[in-house]
Protein backbone atom coordinates (compact mmCIF):
# COMPACT_ATOMS: atom_id res chain seq x y z
CA UNK A 1 0.00 0.00 0.00
CA UNK A 2 1.17 3.25 -0.34
CA UNK A 3 3.05 5.09 2.22
CA UNK A 4 0.83 7.42 4.12
CA UNK A 5 1.28 9.99 6.78
CA UNK A 6 -1.41 12.56 8.11
CA UNK A 7 0.09 16.35 7.95
CA UNK A 8 -1.35 19.15 9.56
CA UNK A 9 -4.14 17.21 10.83
CA UNK A 10 -5.63 17.35 7.27
CA UNK A 11 -7.60 13.29 7.67
CA UNK A 12 -10.16 14.59 5.01
CA UNK A 13 -7.50 16.16 2.45
CA UNK A 14 -5.37 12.58 2.40
CA UNK A 15 -9.13 10.51 2.48
CA UNK A 16 -10.35 11.78 -0.52
CA UNK A 17 -6.71 11.19 -2.54
CA UNK A 18 -7.55 7.17 -1.55
CA UNK A 19 -10.39 4.70 -3.25
CA UNK A 20 -12.58 2.90 -1.15
CA UNK A 21 -15.12 1.69 -3.32
CA UNK A 22 -14.27 -2.31 -2.96
CA UNK A 23 -14.66 -1.38 1.01
CA UNK A 24 -17.52 0.60 0.52
CA UNK A 25 -19.54 -1.94 -1.29
CA UNK A 26 -18.46 -4.79 0.48
CA UNK A 27 -18.92 -3.87 4.08
CA UNK A 28 -21.97 -2.11 5.51
CA UNK A 29 -21.77 -2.73 9.29
CA UNK A 30 -22.00 -0.15 11.24
CA UNK A 31 -18.53 0.84 11.84
CA UNK A 32 -17.60 0.99 8.05
CA UNK A 33 -20.72 2.73 7.58
CA UNK A 34 -19.90 5.47 10.43
CA UNK A 35 -15.93 5.82 9.47
CA UNK A 36 -17.40 6.73 5.60
CA UNK A 37 -20.35 9.35 7.10
CA UNK A 38 -17.58 10.91 9.36
CA UNK A 39 -15.24 11.49 6.71
CA UNK A 40 -17.85 12.65 4.23
CA UNK A 41 -19.03 15.17 6.22
CA UNK A 42 -22.23 13.51 6.57
CA UNK A 43 -21.29 13.46 10.84
CA UNK A 44 -19.38 16.41 12.42
CA UNK A 45 -16.55 14.61 14.19
CA UNK A 46 -13.26 16.23 15.73
CA UNK A 47 -9.79 15.10 14.57
CA UNK A 48 -8.95 12.09 16.62
CA UNK A 49 -12.55 10.25 15.72
CA UNK A 50 -11.89 10.88 11.54
CA UNK A 51 -8.12 9.87 12.25
CA UNK A 52 -9.68 6.69 14.12
CA UNK A 53 -12.36 6.46 10.79
CA UNK A 54 -9.27 6.25 8.84
CA UNK A 55 -7.23 4.24 10.50
CA UNK A 56 -10.69 2.01 9.90
CA UNK A 57 -10.89 1.51 6.47
CA UNK A 58 -7.28 2.02 5.54
CA UNK A 59 -7.17 -1.42 7.83
CA UNK A 60 -10.04 -2.59 5.77
CA UNK A 61 -7.98 -2.04 2.61
CA UNK A 62 -4.60 -3.69 3.93
CA UNK A 63 -6.72 -6.64 4.96
CA UNK A 64 -8.30 -7.05 1.45
CA UNK A 65 -5.02 -7.24 -0.52
CA UNK A 66 -3.45 -9.24 2.13
CA UNK A 67 -0.85 -7.37 3.14
CA UNK A 68 1.57 -9.63 5.09
CA UNK A 69 2.50 -6.56 7.68
CA UNK A 70 -0.87 -7.04 8.44
CA UNK A 71 -1.80 -10.35 10.34
CA UNK A 72 -5.62 -9.24 10.91
CA UNK A 73 -8.83 -9.51 9.28
CA UNK A 74 -12.57 -7.56 10.03
CA UNK A 75 -15.23 -10.71 10.63
CA UNK A 76 -18.98 -9.32 10.07
CA UNK A 77 -19.71 -12.28 11.65
CA UNK A 78 -18.25 -11.35 15.19
CA UNK A 79 -20.03 -8.05 14.48
CA UNK A 80 -23.88 -9.11 14.39
CA UNK A 81 -22.95 -11.27 17.41
CA UNK A 82 -22.58 -8.74 19.89
CA UNK A 83 -25.02 -6.34 18.18
CA UNK A 84 -27.60 -8.92 18.48
CA UNK A 85 -26.71 -9.67 21.86
CA UNK A 86 -27.15 -5.77 22.80
CA UNK A 87 -30.73 -5.70 21.45
CA UNK A 88 -31.26 -7.80 24.33
CA UNK A 89 -29.74 -5.50 26.86
CA UNK A 90 -32.29 -3.30 28.97
CA UNK A 91 -31.47 -0.23 30.39
CA UNK A 92 -31.75 -0.55 34.23
CA UNK A 93 -33.53 2.88 34.04
CA UNK A 94 -36.09 1.95 31.93
CA UNK A 95 -36.51 -1.25 31.88
CA UNK A 96 -36.21 -2.30 28.88
CA UNK A 97 -32.93 -2.64 25.81
CA UNK A 98 -32.79 1.17 24.17
CA UNK A 99 -32.05 0.78 20.77
CA UNK A 100 -28.25 2.30 19.78
CA UNK A 101 -27.27 5.08 18.04
CA UNK A 102 -24.53 4.34 14.97
CA UNK A 103 -21.63 5.56 17.04
CA UNK A 104 -22.28 3.25 19.51
CA UNK A 105 -22.87 0.14 17.33
CA UNK A 106 -19.17 1.12 15.31
CA UNK A 107 -17.42 1.07 18.93
CA UNK A 108 -19.09 -2.53 19.75
CA UNK A 109 -18.41 -3.49 15.87
CA UNK A 110 -14.51 -2.18 16.01
CA UNK A 111 -13.85 -3.76 19.62
CA UNK A 112 -15.00 -6.98 18.74
CA UNK A 113 -15.08 -7.52 14.64
CA UNK A 114 -11.24 -7.10 14.12
CA UNK A 115 -9.47 -10.53 14.78
CA UNK A 116 -6.14 -11.95 14.88
CA UNK A 117 -4.51 -14.86 13.05
CA UNK A 118 -5.98 -17.35 15.36
CA UNK A 119 -9.49 -15.20 15.05
CA UNK A 120 -8.69 -13.84 18.95
CA UNK A 121 -9.85 -10.24 18.99
CA UNK A 122 -7.37 -7.82 17.35
CA UNK A 123 -7.29 -4.89 19.74
CA UNK A 124 -6.25 -6.07 23.62
CA UNK A 125 -6.57 -2.57 24.86
CA UNK A 126 -8.99 -0.18 23.85
CA UNK A 127 -9.54 3.54 24.97
CA UNK A 128 -12.90 4.83 25.09
CA UNK A 129 -13.32 8.50 25.95
CA UNK A 130 -17.08 11.00 25.45
CA UNK A 131 -18.53 13.70 27.29
CA UNK A 132 -21.08 13.15 30.39
CA UNK A 133 -24.55 11.77 29.93
CA UNK A 134 -23.41 10.13 26.63
CA UNK A 135 -24.37 6.62 27.62
CA UNK A 136 -21.50 4.87 28.47
CA UNK A 137 -22.23 3.11 31.66
CA UNK A 138 -24.64 1.40 28.82
CA UNK A 139 -22.12 0.72 26.71
CA UNK A 140 -19.53 -0.85 29.51
CA UNK A 141 -22.31 -3.21 30.36
CA UNK A 142 -22.99 -4.37 27.38
CA UNK A 143 -19.31 -4.73 26.66
CA UNK A 144 -18.98 -6.40 30.56
CA UNK A 145 -21.73 -9.09 29.75
CA UNK A 146 -21.33 -9.89 26.64
CA UNK A 147 -17.53 -11.17 27.48
CA UNK A 148 -19.14 -13.22 30.18
CA UNK A 149 -22.31 -14.44 28.77
CA UNK A 150 -20.80 -15.21 25.45
CA UNK A 151 -16.93 -15.27 25.32
CA UNK A 152 -16.39 -17.09 28.46
CA UNK A 153 -19.46 -19.58 27.32
CA UNK A 154 -17.80 -23.17 27.41
CA UNK A 155 -14.72 -21.40 29.59
CA UNK A 156 -13.52 -22.48 32.86
CA UNK A 157 -12.01 -20.32 36.06
CA UNK A 158 -12.19 -17.07 33.56
CA UNK A 159 -11.71 -13.99 35.72
CA UNK A 160 -13.09 -10.38 34.49
CA UNK A 161 -13.21 -7.64 36.22
CA UNK A 162 -14.99 -3.68 36.72
CA UNK A 163 -12.75 -1.56 38.12
CA UNK A 164 -13.05 1.78 39.60
CA UNK A 165 -10.47 4.12 40.59
CA UNK A 166 -11.34 3.89 44.57
CA UNK A 167 -13.54 1.33 46.55
CA UNK A 168 -16.04 4.06 46.70
CA UNK A 169 -17.03 4.80 42.87
CA UNK A 170 -16.21 1.17 42.28
CA UNK A 171 -18.93 0.06 44.62
CA UNK A 172 -21.55 2.62 42.98
CA UNK A 173 -20.53 1.65 39.52
CA UNK A 174 -21.05 -1.61 40.17
CA UNK A 175 -24.54 -1.45 41.29
CA UNK A 176 -25.04 -0.59 37.93
CA UNK A 177 -23.24 -3.91 36.64
CA UNK A 178 -25.43 -5.52 39.52
CA UNK A 179 -28.97 -4.60 38.71
CA UNK A 180 -27.70 -4.72 34.61
CA UNK A 181 -27.20 -8.83 35.46
CA UNK A 182 -30.46 -8.89 37.59
CA UNK A 183 -32.46 -7.72 34.49
CA UNK A 184 -30.90 -10.19 32.44
CA UNK A 185 -31.86 -12.98 34.42
CA UNK A 186 -35.73 -12.34 33.87
CA UNK A 187 -34.82 -12.44 30.26
CA UNK A 188 -36.32 -16.16 29.75
CA UNK A 189 -33.96 -17.45 27.01
CA UNK A 190 -30.83 -15.74 29.31
CA UNK A 191 -32.46 -17.12 31.93
CA UNK A 192 -32.43 -20.94 31.23
CA UNK A 193 -30.08 -21.13 29.22
CA UNK A 194 -27.24 -19.26 31.12
CA UNK A 195 -28.25 -18.18 34.32
CA UNK A 196 -29.79 -21.34 35.62
CA UNK A 197 -27.78 -23.71 33.60
CA UNK A 198 -24.36 -22.50 34.74
CA UNK A 199 -25.47 -21.87 38.45
CA UNK A 200 -24.96 -17.83 38.00
CA UNK A 201 -25.33 -15.99 41.08
CA UNK A 202 -25.33 -12.02 40.65
CA UNK A 203 -23.95 -10.44 44.35
CA UNK A 204 -23.03 -7.40 45.85
CA UNK A 205 -19.73 -7.84 45.12
CA UNK A 206 -19.08 -10.20 42.31
CA UNK A 207 -20.68 -12.08 40.08
CA UNK A 208 -20.42 -16.12 40.30
CA UNK A 209 -20.46 -19.14 37.85
CA UNK A 210 -21.49 -21.75 40.12
CA UNK A 211 -20.57 -24.68 37.69
CA UNK A 212 -17.94 -23.05 35.90
CA UNK A 213 -16.59 -20.68 38.22
CA UNK A 214 -16.01 -17.82 35.59
CA UNK A 215 -16.45 -15.02 38.05
CA UNK A 216 -17.06 -10.91 37.44
CA UNK A 217 -14.76 -9.07 40.51
CA UNK A 218 -15.85 -5.62 41.46
CA UNK A 219 -12.25 -4.13 42.55
CA UNK A 220 -10.95 -0.92 42.80
CA UNK A 221 -7.51 0.50 41.40
CA UNK A 222 -6.79 1.58 45.00
CA UNK A 223 -6.31 -1.81 46.34
CA UNK A 224 -3.58 -2.84 43.44
CA UNK A 225 -4.33 -6.42 43.39
CA UNK A 226 -3.86 -7.24 40.28
CA UNK A 227 -0.90 -9.48 39.85
CA UNK A 228 -2.40 -12.76 40.65
CA UNK A 229 -5.28 -12.47 38.12
CA UNK A 230 -5.25 -12.77 34.23
CA UNK A 231 -8.50 -11.28 32.84
CA UNK A 232 -10.13 -12.53 30.04
CA UNK A 233 -11.89 -8.90 30.06
CA UNK A 234 -11.41 -5.92 32.11
CA UNK A 235 -12.84 -2.24 32.06
CA UNK A 236 -11.62 0.55 34.18
CA UNK A 237 -14.21 2.77 34.67
CA UNK A 238 -13.56 6.75 35.21
CA UNK A 239 -10.05 5.77 33.95
CA UNK A 240 -8.86 9.37 33.70
CA UNK A 241 -9.07 10.07 37.40
CA UNK A 242 -5.89 10.63 38.64
CA UNK A 243 -5.88 7.22 41.24
CA UNK A 244 -5.21 5.30 38.44
CA UNK A 245 -1.38 4.77 37.98
CA UNK A 246 0.37 3.24 34.74
CA UNK A 247 1.70 0.45 37.50
CA UNK A 248 -1.32 -1.04 37.68
CA UNK A 249 -2.39 -0.76 34.33
CA UNK A 250 0.88 -2.95 33.49
CA UNK A 251 -0.17 -5.58 36.40
CA UNK A 252 -3.53 -5.88 34.60
CA UNK A 253 -2.24 -6.12 30.74
CA UNK A 254 0.99 -8.16 31.91
CA UNK A 255 -1.29 -11.23 33.46
CA UNK A 256 -3.52 -10.70 30.35
CA UNK A 257 -0.72 -12.31 28.46
CA UNK A 258 -1.82 -15.62 29.35
CA UNK A 259 -5.02 -15.33 28.37
CA UNK A 260 -6.60 -15.98 25.02
CA UNK A 261 -8.67 -13.39 23.31
CA UNK A 262 -8.91 -11.30 26.27
CA UNK A 263 -9.20 -7.30 26.24
CA UNK A 264 -8.45 -4.38 28.83
CA UNK A 265 -11.13 -1.26 28.06
CA UNK A 266 -10.24 2.46 29.56
CA UNK A 267 -13.23 4.60 29.17
CA UNK A 268 -13.67 7.60 31.10
CA UNK A 269 -14.83 11.53 30.42
CA UNK A 270 -11.33 13.96 30.60
CA UNK A 271 -10.48 15.16 33.74
CA UNK A 272 -8.57 17.64 35.02
CA UNK A 273 -4.93 16.03 35.36
CA UNK A 274 -3.93 15.75 31.83
CA UNK A 275 -0.81 14.26 32.58
CA UNK A 276 -2.46 10.94 33.62
CA UNK A 277 -1.66 7.29 31.49
CA UNK A 278 -5.30 7.96 29.81
CA UNK A 279 -4.49 10.79 28.43
CA UNK A 280 -1.23 9.98 27.75
CA UNK A 281 -1.53 6.54 25.92
CA UNK A 282 -4.64 8.57 23.90
CA UNK A 283 -1.56 11.27 22.46
CA UNK A 284 0.86 8.23 21.96
CA UNK A 285 -1.94 6.60 20.02
CA UNK A 286 -2.74 9.83 18.06
CA UNK A 287 0.83 9.77 16.84
CA UNK A 288 0.91 6.50 15.58
CA UNK A 289 -2.34 6.66 13.69
CA UNK A 290 -0.97 9.51 12.26
CA UNK A 291 2.16 7.52 10.30
CA UNK A 292 -0.29 4.77 8.65
CA UNK A 293 2.58 3.11 7.35
CA UNK A 294 3.75 2.03 10.56
CA UNK A 295 2.10 -0.91 12.44
CA UNK A 296 3.29 0.36 15.97
CA UNK A 297 0.08 0.23 17.84
CA UNK A 298 -1.79 -2.59 15.68
CA UNK A 299 -3.53 -3.99 18.77
CA UNK A 300 -4.54 -0.55 20.58
CA UNK A 301 -8.18 0.43 19.72
CA UNK A 302 -8.45 4.48 20.27
CA UNK A 303 -11.82 6.52 20.26
CA UNK A 304 -12.02 9.58 21.80
CA UNK A 305 -14.98 12.29 21.03
CA UNK A 306 -13.80 15.60 21.71
CA UNK A 307 -14.36 19.23 20.95
CA UNK A 308 -11.11 20.14 18.64
CA UNK A 309 -10.82 23.53 20.56
CA UNK A 310 -11.85 25.61 23.67
CA UNK A 311 -13.29 28.41 20.91
CA UNK A 312 -16.30 26.08 20.25
CA UNK A 313 -17.51 26.96 23.49
CA UNK A 314 -19.58 28.97 22.05
CA UNK A 315 -20.46 27.02 19.17
CA UNK A 316 -23.21 24.75 20.57
CA UNK A 317 -23.49 23.13 16.74
CA UNK A 318 -20.11 21.59 16.86
CA UNK A 319 -20.94 19.99 20.47
CA UNK A 320 -21.96 16.89 18.61
CA UNK A 321 -18.20 16.58 18.41
CA UNK A 322 -18.08 15.33 22.29
CA UNK A 323 -21.41 14.73 22.91
CA UNK A 324 -22.36 12.47 20.00
CA UNK A 325 -25.27 11.31 21.67
CA UNK A 326 -26.51 14.68 20.27
CA UNK A 327 -27.26 12.28 16.80
CA UNK A 328 -30.47 11.53 17.88
CA UNK A 329 -32.80 13.72 15.80
CA UNK A 330 -34.34 16.58 17.53
CA UNK A 331 -32.25 16.25 20.45
CA UNK A 332 -33.33 19.74 22.17
CA UNK A 333 -33.31 18.73 25.38
CA UNK A 334 -29.70 17.61 25.72
CA UNK A 335 -28.75 20.84 24.03
CA UNK A 336 -30.65 23.31 26.56
CA UNK A 337 -29.29 21.45 28.76
CA UNK A 338 -25.95 22.13 27.91
CA UNK A 339 -26.26 25.63 27.30
CA UNK A 340 -27.66 25.92 30.94
CA UNK A 341 -24.80 24.40 32.15
CA UNK A 342 -22.51 26.52 30.37
CA UNK A 343 -24.36 29.90 31.29
CA UNK A 344 -23.79 28.38 35.02
CA UNK A 345 -20.44 27.78 34.50
CA UNK A 346 -19.79 31.20 33.06
CA UNK A 347 -21.36 33.05 36.06
CA UNK A 348 -19.91 31.49 38.71
CA UNK A 349 -16.06 31.48 37.41
CA UNK A 350 -16.29 27.61 36.63
CA UNK A 351 -16.46 27.52 32.79
CA UNK A 352 -13.49 25.08 32.50
CA UNK A 353 -15.21 22.49 34.41
CA UNK A 354 -18.00 22.71 31.43
CA UNK A 355 -15.42 22.23 28.91
CA UNK A 356 -13.61 19.32 30.75
CA UNK A 357 -16.82 17.46 31.49
CA UNK A 358 -19.49 18.56 29.14
CA UNK A 359 -17.41 18.63 25.88
CA UNK A 360 -14.72 16.36 27.10
CA UNK A 361 -11.47 18.34 27.19
CA UNK A 362 -8.39 18.21 28.88
CA UNK A 363 -8.47 21.74 30.68
CA UNK A 364 -6.72 21.64 33.88
CA UNK A 365 -8.93 22.94 36.58
CA UNK A 366 -6.64 25.39 38.93
CA UNK A 367 -7.06 28.87 38.40
CA UNK A 368 -3.30 29.28 39.31
CA UNK A 369 -2.07 26.96 36.77
CA UNK A 370 1.36 28.64 34.85
CA UNK A 371 0.97 26.84 31.47
CA UNK A 372 -2.41 25.60 29.67
CA UNK A 373 -2.20 22.01 28.25
CA UNK A 374 -2.24 23.50 24.40
CA UNK A 375 0.39 25.56 24.92
CA UNK A 376 2.92 22.80 26.21
CA UNK A 377 1.05 20.10 23.40
CA UNK A 378 1.65 22.81 20.59
CA UNK A 379 5.61 23.24 21.46
CA UNK A 380 6.58 19.69 21.31
CA UNK A 381 8.84 18.60 18.27
CA UNK A 382 10.36 15.43 16.81
CA UNK A 383 13.81 16.67 16.81
CA UNK A 384 15.78 19.54 16.92
CA UNK A 385 20.01 20.36 16.29
CA UNK A 386 22.08 21.61 19.04
CA UNK A 387 25.62 20.97 18.16
CA UNK A 388 27.66 23.46 18.25
CA UNK A 389 25.02 26.20 19.42
CA UNK A 390 25.15 28.61 21.96
CA UNK A 391 23.35 27.80 25.70
CA UNK A 392 22.35 29.06 28.87
CA UNK A 393 22.44 26.32 31.64
CA UNK A 394 19.98 26.39 34.64
CA UNK A 395 20.68 24.27 37.13
CA UNK A 396 18.33 23.49 40.53
CA UNK A 397 19.82 21.14 42.95
CA UNK A 398 17.20 18.57 45.01
CA UNK A 399 16.21 19.20 48.87
CA UNK A 400 14.87 16.35 50.25
CA UNK A 401 12.97 13.96 47.88
CA UNK A 402 13.02 16.61 45.07
CA UNK A 403 14.79 15.74 42.01
CA UNK A 404 18.03 17.57 40.76
CA UNK A 405 17.39 18.88 37.49
CA UNK A 406 19.46 20.66 34.56
CA UNK A 407 17.79 22.33 31.99
CA UNK A 408 19.11 23.99 28.76
CA UNK A 409 17.57 27.14 26.49
CA UNK A 410 18.73 26.75 22.80
CA UNK A 411 17.94 30.63 21.64
CA UNK A 412 17.69 30.80 17.72
CA UNK A 413 16.12 32.99 15.21
CA UNK A 414 12.91 31.47 12.89
CA UNK A 415 13.47 33.14 9.82
CA UNK A 416 10.61 31.91 8.27
CA UNK A 417 8.33 33.13 11.00
CA UNK A 418 10.65 36.24 10.97
CA UNK A 419 10.72 35.77 14.83
CA UNK A 420 13.03 34.62 18.29
CA UNK A 421 12.52 31.34 19.41
CA UNK A 422 13.84 28.97 22.31
CA UNK A 423 14.10 25.02 21.63
CA UNK A 424 14.43 24.02 25.58
CA UNK A 425 15.07 20.87 27.20
CA UNK A 426 15.71 19.28 30.67
CA UNK A 427 17.85 16.52 32.65
CA UNK A 428 16.57 15.13 35.97
CA UNK A 429 18.88 13.32 38.46
CA UNK A 430 16.43 11.01 40.32
CA UNK A 431 17.38 10.41 44.07
CA UNK A 432 15.35 7.77 45.99
CA UNK A 433 16.15 7.76 49.64
CA UNK A 434 13.48 9.51 50.81
CA UNK A 435 10.86 6.91 49.06
CA UNK A 436 12.74 3.93 49.79
CA UNK A 437 13.53 2.42 46.12
CA UNK A 438 12.96 4.07 42.91
CA UNK A 439 9.83 1.95 42.30
CA UNK A 440 8.20 3.28 45.03
CA UNK A 441 9.88 6.88 43.88
CA UNK A 442 7.91 6.28 40.62
CA UNK A 443 4.59 5.73 42.14
CA UNK A 444 4.94 8.68 44.11
CA UNK A 445 5.55 10.86 41.37
CA UNK A 446 3.75 9.07 38.58
CA UNK A 447 6.99 8.83 36.56
CA UNK A 448 8.36 5.84 34.80
CA UNK A 449 12.11 7.13 35.53
CA UNK A 450 13.84 3.89 34.78
CA UNK A 451 12.32 4.41 31.37
CA UNK A 452 13.20 7.81 30.80
CA UNK A 453 16.51 6.90 31.51
CA UNK A 454 16.05 4.38 28.17
CA UNK A 455 14.89 7.77 26.66
CA UNK A 456 17.94 10.25 27.89
CA UNK A 457 15.22 12.60 29.85
CA UNK A 458 17.05 11.54 33.22
CA UNK A 459 19.88 10.16 35.43
CA UNK A 460 19.19 7.92 38.24
CA UNK A 461 21.61 8.52 40.88
CA UNK A 462 24.47 6.00 41.45
CA UNK A 463 24.42 6.89 45.15
CA UNK A 464 23.95 3.62 47.00
CA UNK A 465 21.47 5.35 49.59
CA UNK A 466 19.73 6.85 46.89
CA UNK A 467 21.33 10.85 47.53
CA UNK A 468 22.25 12.85 45.10
CA UNK A 469 25.93 12.37 43.61
CA UNK A 470 27.32 15.47 42.47
CA UNK A 471 29.64 14.57 40.94
CA UNK A 472 27.71 12.15 38.76
CA UNK A 473 25.94 15.19 38.20
CA UNK A 474 29.07 17.24 36.81
CA UNK A 475 30.30 14.43 34.83
CA UNK A 476 27.03 13.73 33.24
CA UNK A 477 26.96 17.77 32.14
CA UNK A 478 30.53 18.60 31.12
CA UNK A 479 30.11 14.99 29.06
CA UNK A 480 26.77 16.75 27.33
CA UNK A 481 28.34 20.10 26.61
CA UNK A 482 31.71 18.88 24.72
CA UNK A 483 29.63 16.30 23.17
CA UNK A 484 27.20 18.45 21.40
CA UNK A 485 30.27 21.63 21.31
CA UNK A 486 28.12 23.08 22.95
CA UNK A 487 28.87 27.30 23.42
CA UNK A 488 28.08 27.99 27.46
CA UNK A 489 26.77 31.88 27.14
CA UNK A 490 25.01 31.27 31.32
CA UNK A 491 24.63 28.64 34.45
CA UNK A 492 22.46 30.21 36.94
CA UNK A 493 21.91 27.88 39.82
CA UNK A 494 20.19 28.43 43.11
CA UNK A 495 22.42 30.36 45.74
CA UNK A 496 19.95 28.92 48.57
CA UNK A 497 21.24 25.57 47.19
CA UNK A 498 23.55 23.25 49.62
CA UNK A 499 26.78 21.94 50.01
CA UNK A 500 26.55 20.18 46.45
CA UNK A 501 25.59 22.83 44.78
CA UNK A 502 28.62 24.82 45.98
CA UNK A 503 30.91 22.26 45.33
CA UNK A 504 29.53 22.12 41.59
CA UNK A 505 29.93 25.46 41.04
CA UNK A 506 33.33 26.11 42.63
CA UNK A 507 34.33 23.05 40.76
CA UNK A 508 32.98 24.21 37.37
CA UNK A 509 34.86 27.49 38.12
CA UNK A 510 37.91 25.83 38.46
CA UNK A 511 37.65 23.97 34.81
CA UNK A 512 35.70 26.35 32.62
CA UNK A 513 35.42 29.82 31.62
CA UNK A 514 31.48 29.59 31.92
CA UNK A 515 29.58 32.81 33.30
CA UNK A 516 28.39 31.45 36.57
CA UNK A 517 25.63 33.27 38.96
CA UNK A 518 23.27 32.32 41.76
CA UNK A 519 20.25 33.22 41.33
CA UNK A 520 18.05 34.70 43.28
CA UNK A 521 14.96 32.87 44.37
CA UNK A 522 12.79 35.80 45.15
CA UNK A 523 9.92 37.49 43.11
CA UNK A 524 11.85 40.55 42.60
CA UNK A 525 14.63 38.67 40.83
CA UNK A 526 13.14 35.43 38.51
CA UNK A 527 9.44 37.29 38.61
CA UNK A 528 10.32 38.62 34.99
CA UNK A 529 11.91 35.35 33.53
CA UNK A 530 8.88 33.47 34.73
CA UNK A 531 6.66 36.12 33.58
CA UNK A 532 8.50 35.87 30.03
CA UNK A 533 8.98 32.10 29.66
CA UNK A 534 4.84 31.84 30.51
CA UNK A 535 4.63 34.44 27.45
CA UNK A 536 6.70 32.52 24.94
CA UNK A 537 4.68 29.38 25.20
CA UNK A 538 1.68 31.76 24.82
CA UNK A 539 3.00 32.97 21.71
CA UNK A 540 4.31 29.93 20.49
CA UNK A 541 8.15 31.08 20.73
CA UNK A 542 8.78 27.72 22.63
CA UNK A 543 9.95 24.36 21.09
CA UNK A 544 10.58 21.06 23.46
CA UNK A 545 10.77 17.61 22.87
CA UNK A 546 8.10 14.92 23.81
CA UNK A 547 9.76 14.95 27.45
CA UNK A 548 7.21 13.08 29.71
CA UNK A 549 9.45 14.58 32.81
CA UNK A 550 9.31 17.77 31.39
CA UNK A 551 5.75 18.15 30.29
CA UNK A 552 4.74 16.82 33.43
CA UNK A 553 6.83 19.69 35.34
CA UNK A 554 5.25 22.36 33.35
CA UNK A 555 1.47 21.26 33.72
CA UNK A 556 2.32 20.76 37.50
CA UNK A 557 3.58 24.17 38.01
CA UNK A 558 1.03 26.42 39.60
CA UNK A 559 1.74 30.56 40.25
CA UNK A 560 2.17 32.96 43.09
CA UNK A 561 1.97 36.52 42.60
CA UNK A 562 2.72 39.34 44.67
CA UNK A 563 3.30 43.28 44.10
CA UNK A 564 6.58 42.71 42.59
CA UNK A 565 5.88 39.87 40.35
CA UNK A 566 5.34 35.90 40.05
CA UNK A 567 6.80 32.91 41.25
CA UNK A 568 6.25 29.18 40.28
CA UNK A 569 5.05 26.89 42.96
CA UNK A 570 3.55 23.23 43.24
CA UNK A 571 0.37 21.93 45.07
CA UNK A 572 1.81 18.48 46.52
CA UNK A 573 5.47 17.77 47.42
CA UNK A 574 5.02 14.48 44.59
CA UNK A 575 4.21 17.39 42.11
CA UNK A 576 7.67 17.55 40.70
CA UNK A 577 8.59 21.03 38.96
CA UNK A 578 12.68 21.13 39.56
CA UNK A 579 12.48 21.29 35.69
CA UNK A 580 10.66 24.19 35.68
CA UNK A 581 12.94 26.06 38.40
CA UNK A 582 15.81 25.58 36.54
CA UNK A 583 14.59 26.29 33.30
CA UNK A 584 13.54 30.18 34.64
CA UNK A 585 17.37 30.10 36.18
CA UNK A 586 18.80 29.86 32.92
CA UNK A 587 15.82 32.28 31.15
CA UNK A 588 17.20 34.60 33.69
CA UNK A 589 19.79 35.06 31.00
CA UNK A 590 18.56 33.91 28.01
CA UNK A 591 16.00 36.16 27.75
CA UNK A 592 18.38 38.31 26.80
CA UNK A 593 20.29 36.49 24.17
CA UNK A 594 20.02 38.70 21.24
CA UNK A 595 20.28 41.82 23.76
CA UNK A 596 23.41 43.54 24.75
CA UNK A 597 22.71 43.82 28.60
CA UNK A 598 20.90 41.71 30.92
CA UNK A 599 21.73 40.66 34.59
CA UNK A 600 24.89 38.71 33.72
CA UNK A 601 25.76 42.25 32.49
CA UNK A 602 24.42 44.62 35.30
CA UNK A 603 27.61 47.23 36.35
CA UNK A 604 30.24 45.57 34.46
CA UNK A 605 32.31 46.64 31.74
CA UNK A 606 31.91 44.86 28.64
CA UNK A 607 36.05 43.97 29.51
CA UNK A 608 34.42 42.39 32.67
CA UNK A 609 32.08 40.64 30.79
CA UNK A 610 34.81 38.36 28.99
CA UNK A 611 35.40 35.20 29.68
CA UNK A 612 39.36 34.34 30.40
CA UNK A 613 39.79 33.07 26.84
CA UNK A 614 38.46 36.24 24.85
CA UNK A 615 39.96 38.59 27.93
CA UNK A 616 43.93 36.98 26.26
CA UNK A 617 42.73 37.14 23.22
CA UNK A 618 42.17 40.36 23.46
CA UNK A 619 45.03 41.67 25.28
CA UNK A 620 47.48 39.83 22.18
CA UNK A 621 45.13 41.09 19.62
CA UNK A 622 43.85 44.31 20.50
CA UNK A 623 42.72 45.72 16.70
CA UNK A 624 40.53 42.29 16.95
CA UNK A 625 37.74 44.80 17.45
CA UNK A 626 36.17 42.69 20.69
CA UNK A 627 35.51 45.79 22.39
CA UNK A 628 33.69 46.79 19.12
CA UNK A 629 35.78 50.25 18.90
CA UNK A 630 37.21 52.15 16.10
CA UNK A 631 40.40 52.50 14.42
CA UNK A 632 40.07 56.49 14.73
CA UNK A 633 39.64 56.28 18.60
CA UNK A 634 43.69 55.81 18.52
Not at 115 to 124: A, Q
Not at 358 to 382: G, R
Not at 607 to 617: F, G, I, N, W
Request: glycine share 6%; aromatic share 12%; with cysteine.
Amino acid sequence: MEKIEIKNKDVIGTYQKQNYNAIAEKYRDPATKYAFKVLNGEILAGYKIKLACFRHLQDLKRSEEHDISFPYHYDLDECKKILNFARLCPDVNVGKPLPLLLWQKAILCLMIGWRDELNHKRFTRVSLSVARTNGKTYLVNIMLWYAYMIEAANKFNQDLAYIGPVAAQAKKGWRYVEMFGHKLSEIPAFKKQFFDRYGVDVQSEQVKGGNTQNNILRMSNESGQFDSYHFLFCVADEAGDTHYTSDNFSKITSGQVQTPNHQFVQISTAYDDPTVPFHSDQLRMTEMMEKDYQRSGDEFLVLVWEQDSPNELDAPETWIKSNPILMIKNNQTMIKGLQTEKDNKLNDGTINDFKNRNLNMWMQLKTATYLKLSEVENSIVNSYNIKGQDVYIGFDSSMFSDNTALAFIFPFFDERKNKQKFFIMQHSFIPFRQSGSIEIKEKQDGIKYRKMVDKGFCTITAHPQGLINIEQVYDWLVNFVNHNNLNVKFFGYDRMGDYRVKELVKTLDANFDWPLLDVAQRTSEIGDPTKFLQERFADNSILMLNDPVLKKALLNAETYEDKIGMQVDKAKATYKIDAVDALIDAMYQAMYATKDYGPLEKGKTEVERMTDKQMLAWYMNPESGLLGGDDDDF
